[in-house]
């Protein structure tokens, strides 16, 4: 199961968003049980405010562990919603 994040970073806080994603976002999703792989990246375009994550995970049930049973809505860690403008999620089952 993949499950694909993407952010839109207020631009008054990029630098403390990358700051934050990189020391405990990451961390905090590779940790978990069932976790499988993990992807991040940002928008090729000049002046980017928009970041991807894509989190690979052995099935639905080791997602839901992690994330609760509202999965289908972003999981944001307290004090970074602050960074966000605008995020999309979307779920894939994988081969």
């Not at 099935?59 to 995020?87: H, T």
């Amino acid at each position: 199961m993949a499950r694909i994040f993407r952010v839109k970073v207020h631009k008054n806080y990029v630098t403390e968003f990358e700051k934050a994603y990189k020391e405990f976002s990451i961390p905090l999703v590779k940790s978990q049980e069932g976790f499988v792989s993990l992807s991040t990246g940002k928008l090729v375009i000049e002046n980017n405010l928009e970041y991807v994550m894509i989190s690979n995970w052995k099935n639905l049930g080791s997602l839901q562990r992690f994330v609760g049973d509202d999965w289908k809505k972003a999981l944001i860690p307290d004090g970074m919603e602050k960074y966000i403008e605008d995020c999309w999620l979307h779920h894939y089952i994988t081969d």
